[in-house]
C-alpha cells in the first residue's frame, strides 16, 4: 500500500473518531439517555443539559490531563529518582540537581539562556514597536507588516537553514557566498571600519548599559529612598532586578572595553558560529527576527486601539511626534507591551529547535532545552534530564501565576 | 496623524525609509534562500546569491578544446562551444593562464606551426590546424564572460521527484501531511466543543477550568516528553503516527480552547442568529469561527522535537521534513543546492497558509494572547 494511501486511512480513521464521538455520545444522550420527551421531558433535558458541557469537555479535559498535567508531577517524581540496572528506578532525593550543579555546561547553558531571555524579548519587542508604529503612518503599511509578520509562518529549522546561508564561511581566496563575511571583508580597516565596528556598537553598548541602569534605578528608588511604604512583597523581586541589572551593566561595559581594546582580524572572513560569546547573539538574531511578527502585529492592533482625543490634544498642547510617541502612545499600550514581553519569553524558554539545528550547543552556545535534549536521549540520563526540565518549568512560573491571576481578575 | 492641525510632518521620508530597511532587512535572509534554490552548485559555490541576480562578468574555469575533427579545404578543423548557455557573451579570451584575456571575441589566434584558434562572442570556437591534431594535446581556452542571471529548476526535480536521490524530499513530505493534517483537525475539533461549553454553557467549576487552562498554557513541552514517552511504549503505542497525533493534540489545545472561548465569548450571539437568517448554515459558520486556529496547521507542520521524540524510529521511515533537513545540515552542510531546495520546500508550505490566511492568523494571535 503506498504511504499517501496509508496516510489517507489513518485521517480518515483518526478524525472520523473523534466526528463520530461528539456526534453518537449527543445522540446517545438526548434520545435513550435522557430523551426529550415522553412524561419526563422537562426533567430529562435540565438533566441533559447539566450533563453535556461534560460531554463536550470530556476529550479535551482527558487529553490536556493526560500530556501536560500529569506529565509535570511525573517529571519531578523522575528528577528525584535514578534508574537502576534491569529495570525499576530508585529515590536519590536531589542527587540529580547536585550532580546538575555540577557540571560546567549546565551553567553555561543557564547564563546563555538568561542572555537569551533578556536580549531576544527585548530586541523583538522594541523592532516589532518600531515597525508597528512606522507602518500606521504609510500608505504601503500593510505590505510592509505582512513582509516582516512571515518569519512567523517559516520553521525553526527552516530559519535555522537560511541563516546559515547568511553566516556561511569560505576559504580566505575564493569568493564569499554569505552575506555577512561579504560585508565583513568589505570593511578594510579604514576609518569607516572604525566608525562601523568600534565607535557605533561601543555607543550602543553604553546607551543598553545606561537604559538598564535607569530601569533598575526605577526598581531600587524606593528600597534606598522610601517616599512612602514599600510593599513588602515587592522587595525581592526589586533586589532581582537590580542584580540582573548589575550583572548586564558589568557584561555590557566588558563587552564595550573588550571592543575598544580588541584588533579585528580584518581581511579574514569569520565562521560565525564558532566565536565564543558572541555566536550566542548570531543564534538570537534568527529567532529575533521570527518574533518580532508576532510583536509587531499584537503592538500594532494596541496601538489603534490608543483613544485619538489624547493624542490630538498632545499636538494641540505642542507635543513632537517623539513625545507623542513615548509619552502618550507608550504608556498607554503598556500592558500590551507586557503581554507581548511575556509571551516571547516562554518561547524562548522553550528555544529548541534553532540552537538543536545550527550549533547543537556546540561552541559555549548550550541553552537548557537543548541540554535537557542532550541528557535524555543522548546521555540517556532521564533523572538530570528530568531535573533540567524542572528547572526549565521553575522558569516559567512566575508567568504561569501571572497570567493565572490576571485571567481570573478579567474574568471578575 | 501630525495632518490633524495641518503640518505636514518633515519625518514622512525618514519613517518611509526607515520602512523599506527594516522590511529589506527582513526579507533578505528569506530571499536569499529562495534565489539560491533555483541555481546549480556551481553557481552557488562561485558567487553570492546576490550577485546573481544580475549580468554577471567572471572567468569561466578554463576548458581544453575537444571534438570531432572534420577536414575542410585541406585544414583540420575542430569546432565547439566554451558553455551551453546561448545568452552569455565572452568579452576576451586566451590560451595561456598567464594571458587569459589576451584576445578579444572574434580575433584569431596563432598558435604556431599555423594552428589557428578563434573564438566568437557566443562562445563558439573553430580550431584549424594544416595537419591533424588527432593525438595531440589540443590548447585550452581560458575565458572571461558575462553571464545574465540564469536559474535552474533542477534541484526541485531532483528533491521531489527522483527517487533514486537518498536526500528526496518526497517521502519526507506525505509523511508531514500525514502528522500534520490530523494534528490540526482533531486538536480543533476537541477544543471547538470545549471551548463552546466554556464559553456558551453554565456549569459549575467553569471559571476554576479556564484558569486551570490558562496555567496549561505556558507548560513547556519539554517537561512531557519523557512520561510520554514511558506511557506510550507502556500501553503498546510505542513511536508511531498515533502517539504523534495525541501528543499534538495535547500540546495545541490549551492555546486553541483559550483562543477559540475568548474568540467565542467576544461574538454577540445575534451576530450569529443574523448570519443563520442570511442563509449561512452552521457549518459554514463553525468553519469561519475556527479558521484562526490555522496556525496549529503552522506549528505542527513546523515541530521538529515532538516528531524526533514520538514518531522517527531508528528505521527513519517516518521522518519529517523538518528533522531530514537537520540531517541534511549535518551531513551535506555544504551542498547549498539541496539544502536550500529542501528547507524551501519544507517553508513553501506554511508560507502558502500564511498568504492565504493571514487575515485569521492575525485574529487568533490577537484573541489567543493573554490580556
Not at chain 2, 129 to 158: C, K
Not at chain 2, 170 to 193: E, R
Request: net charge neutral; proline share 5%.
Amino acid at each position: 500500500m503506498s504511504p499517501a494511501l496509508q496516510g489517507l486511512i489513518t485521517i480518515i480513521i483518526g478524525v472520523g473518531g473523534c466526528v463520530g464521538y461528539f456526534y453518537f455520545s449527543n445522540l446517545f444522550l438526548d434520545k435513550v439517555l435522557y430523551p426529550a420527551s415522553g412524561p419526563n421531558a422537562g426533567r430529562n433535558i435540565n438533566r441533559a443539559n447539566m450533563i453535556r458541557p461534560w460531554l463536550f469537555l470530556m476529550p479535551a479535559l482527558i487529553a490536556l490531563t493526560i500530556y501536560l498535567a500529569y506529565p509535570v508531577f511525573e517529571t519531578l517524581r523522575l528528577s528525584l529518582t535514578q534508574r537502576v540496572a534491569g529495570g525499576g528506578y530508585e529515590w536519590v532525593g536531589f542527587d540529580n540537581y547536585s550532580k546538575m550543579f555540577a557540571e560546567p555546561k549546565f551553567w553555561e547553558a543557564l547564563s546563555n539562556n538568561m542572555l537569551w531571555l533578556i536580549v531576544v524579548p527585548a530586541l523583538s519587542t522594541a523592532f516589532g514597536l518600531l515597525a508597528a508604529q512606522l507602518s500606521d503612518r504609510i500608505r504601503w503599511g500593510n505590505l510592509a507588516k505582512s513582509l516582516i509578520f512571515m518569519p512567523m509562518a517559516i520553521s525553526f529549522v527552516g530559519a535555522a537553514v537560511i541563516w546559515k546561508l547568511v553566516y556561511d564561511t569560505r576559504p580566505v581566496d575564493q569568493e564569499q557566498i554569505g552575506v555577512l563575511n561579504a560585508v565583513w571583508l568589505a570593511f578594510e580597516g579604514g576609518p569607516m571600519s572604525v566608525l562601523f565596528l568600534k565607535i557605533v556598537p561601543i555607543l550602543l553598548l553604553l546607551g543598553f548599559a545606561g537604559a538598564v541602569a535607569l530601569v533598575a534605578w526605577v526598581f531600587i528608588r524606593p528600597l534606598v529612598k522610601p517616599a512612602g511604604p514599600v510593599g513588602g512583597g515587592t522587595v525581592p523581586l526589586r533586589l532581582l532586578v537590580g542584580a540582573a541589572a548589575v550583572w548586564l551593566i558589568f557584561t555590557a561595559l566588558r563587552s564595550a572595553f573588550g571592543l575598544a581594546t580588541v584588533d579585528l582580524p580584518y581581511g579574514q572572513p569569520q565562521t560565525w558560529l564558532t566565536i565564543p560569546f558572541w555566536n550566542n547573539f548570531f543564534l538570537m538574531i534568527v529567532l529575533v527576527w521570527i518574533q518580532t511578527g508576532f510583536a509587531m502585529v499584537i503592538l500594532s492592533a494596541a496601538l489603534r486601539g490608543v483613544p485619538e482625543d489624547t493624542i490630538e490634544a498632545a499636538i494641540v498642547d505642542g507635543a513632537n511626534p517623539f513625545q507623542i510617541f513615548f509619552k502618550i502612545k507608550v504608556p498607554q499600550i503598556m500592558g500590551t507591551i507586557v503581554v507581548v514581553w511575556t509571551t516571547i519569553t516562554i518561547v524562548v524558554l522553550k528555544v529548541f529547535d534553532i540552537v538543536f539545528a545550527m550549533s547543537n550547543g556546540q561552541w559555549e552556545t548550550q541553552v537548557l532545552a537543548n541540554y535537557m535534549y542532550d541528557k535524555l536521549f543522548r546521555a540517556n540520563d532521564w533523572g538530570i534530564g528530568s531535573a533540567s526540565a524542572m528547572i526549565i518549568m521553575l522558569l516559567v512560573t512566575p508567568i504561569l501565576i501571572w497570567n493565572v491571576y490576571n485571567a481570573r481578575k478579567e474574568m471578575r | 496623524m501630525d495632518n490633524v492641525v495641518g503640518k505636514k510632518s518633515g519625518l514622512t521620508w525618514a519613517v518611509h525609509i526607515s520602512m523599506a530597511v527594516l522590511v529589506a532587512l527582513w526579507l533578505f535572509p528569506t530571499l536569499g534562500l529562495f534565489v539560491s534554490s533555483f541555481r546549480t552548485a556551481d553557481q552557488i559555490s562561485s558567487s553570492g546569491w546576490w550577485s546573481s541576480l544580475s549580468t554577471q562578468e567572471r572567468q569561466v574555469p578554463a576548458i581544453r578544446v575537444a571534438g570531432e575533427e572534420v577536414e575542410v579545404d585541406g585544414r583540420f578543423v575542430i569546432e565547439g562551444r566554451l558553455f551551453e548557455a546561448t545568452n552569455a557573451s565572452v568579452s576576451a579570451w586566451g590560451t595561456s593562464s598567464t594571458a587569459p584575456e589576451a584576445n578579444a571575441p572574434g580575433a584569431v589566434a596563432d598558435l604556431g606551426d599555423g594552428v589557428t584558434l578563434t573564438v566568437a562572442e557566443d562562445g563558439a570556437y573553430v580550431l584549424s590546424s594544416p595537419v591533424s591534431t588527432e593525438g595531440t594535446r589540443l590548447p585550452r581556452i581560458f575565458s572571461t564572460a558575462a553571464t545574465p542571471p540564469e536559474f535552474t529548476l533542477d534541484n526541485y526535480r531532483a528533491i521531489l521527484f527522483d527517487p533514486e536521490n537518498v536526500d528526496g524530499m518526497a517521502k519526507a513530505f506525505f509523511n508531514t501531511l500525514t502528522v500534520t493534517i490530523p494534528a490540526t483537525i482533531i486538536p480543533i475539533l476537541v477544543a471547538a466543543f470545549a471551548a463552546y461549553a466554556l464559553a456558551w454553557m453554565d456549569f459549575p467549576g467553569r471559571a476554576l477550568l479556564i484558569a486551570a487552562i490558562v496555567g496549561l498554557l505556558v507548560v513547556p513541552l519539554q517537561l512531557a516528553l519523557i512520561p510520554l514517552l514511558k506511557l506510550h511504549n507502556d500501553i503498546g503505542i510505542g513511536k508511531g503516527y498515533l502517539g504523534t497525533w495525541l501528543a499534538h493534540t495535547g500540546f495545541g489545545l490549551p492555546l486553541a480552547i483559550y483562543l477559540l472561548r475568548n474568540y467565542m465569548v467576544g461574538l454577540p450571539r445575534d451576530i450569529i442568529e443574523c448570519a443563520k437568517v442570511d442563509g449561512a448554515s452552521d457549518f459554514q459558520i463553525f468553519i469561519k469561527i475556527i479558521l484562526p486556529l490555522s496556525f496549529q496547521f503552522l506549528w505542527t507542520w513546523n515541530d521538529l522535537l515532538v516528531s524526533l521524540v514520538f514518531l522517527i524510529d531508528s528505521t527513519g521511515e517516518t521522518t519529517v521534513m523538518t528533522k531530514q533537513i537537520v540531517e541534511l545540515l549535518g551531513t551535506r552542510g555544504g551542498n547549498w543546492e539541496i539544502l536550500a531546495t529542501a528547507a524551501f520546500i519544507s517553508i513553501s508550505v506554511p508560507l502558502l497558509v500564511f498568504f492565504a490566511m493571514q487575515k485569521y492568523l492575525v485574529r487568533g494571535l490577537l484573541a489567543g494572547s493573554v490580556k
